[in-house]
């Protein structure tokens, strides 16, 4: 798979490079010379340079978090909606424990120390079915985080559901993520599949910042693999 991305990405890239340097040649030049490669209009060569660099790029990504690319690609692969599609059943509103493992850091120049959370699922409240959530955090650097959020399953079908979630809570800094300021907002969005007794497995993105009230405000990014356990009937 890498050898095909970095295959595609150099390909379009030459092929880009090579139809600016036809687009620029005047008018005189052999007429079949400007044939070779159609020009690529002006709009689009921006856009098209920057996904060749992304498609090149690709290989390292998915060296870099090769074993949970992996992991995601066969979990989508068991728990996939035509696996289970027969016995799929409507979702229940019930209050759920959820864990995680992962990386903090993911998009910081830091050697992404593991993180593992737990955190409590309420069931949802109101005719907006917002769902209030309690959690706490640790990463190896010796971080935490412990917060409050609020959430929303949107249904995708009957078994994929997508969950943002926006909360606030307390870090603590650690060895090598200091975020600037305690106070902390937190938003994310996971994706999840919903399988044999409302249990659920996904995988999640969150970002935590301080909302630039500190002098300081660095951000960080978590990716994590989420696992759902349900309370009660």
């Known amino acids: 798979m890498n ?3 970095s295959f595609m990405g150099g390909r379009l890239a030459r092929y880009l490079s090579h139809s600016v ?9 052999n007429p079949a010379q400007l044939e070779a490669t159609p020009p690529v209009p002006s709009r ?3 856009r098209m340079l920057g996904c ?3 498609v090149t790029a690709m290989p390292n990504v998915l060296n870099r978090y090769k074993r949970l ?3 995601l690609c066969l979990l989508l692969v068991l728990f996939s909606p035509s696996a289970n599609a027969s016995d799929a059943t409507p979702p229940a509103d019930v ?8 990386k903090v850091g993911i998009a910081d120049n830091i050697d992404t120390p593991l993180r593992y959370g737990i955190e409590y699922r309420m069931r949802a409240l109101s005719t907006w079915k917002v769902i209030p959530a309690f959690g706490f955090a640790h990463a190896e650097s010796s971080a935490s985080f412990l917060y409050t959020d609020l959430r929303h399953d949107f249904w995708l079908t009957d078994r994929w559901v997508a969950i943002p979630s926006f909360g606030v809570g307390a870090f603590d800094d650690g060895d090598d993520i200091q975020l600037g300021k305690e106070l902390e907002f937190r938003s994310g969005i996971e994706i999840a599949y919903r399988f044999h007794k409302q249990y659920r497995i996904g995988i999640a993105l969150f970002h935590l910042s301080n909302g630039g009230l500190g002098r300081k ?3 960080t990014e978590s990716l994590v ?5 349900p309370l009660g009937n």
């Open 95 to 102: 209050a759920m424990l959820n864990f995680t493992l992962g």
């Open 217 to 219: 405000n660095p951000g």
């Open 52 to 54: 060749a660099g992304m």
């Open 3 to 5: 050898r095909v991305l």
């Open 44 to 46: 689009y060569r921006r």
């Open 21 to 29: 340097h036809q687009h620029v040649i005047p008018a005189s030049s």
């Open 225 to 229: 693999m989420s696992l759902s356990i």
């Open 69 to 71: 690319t992996e992991l």
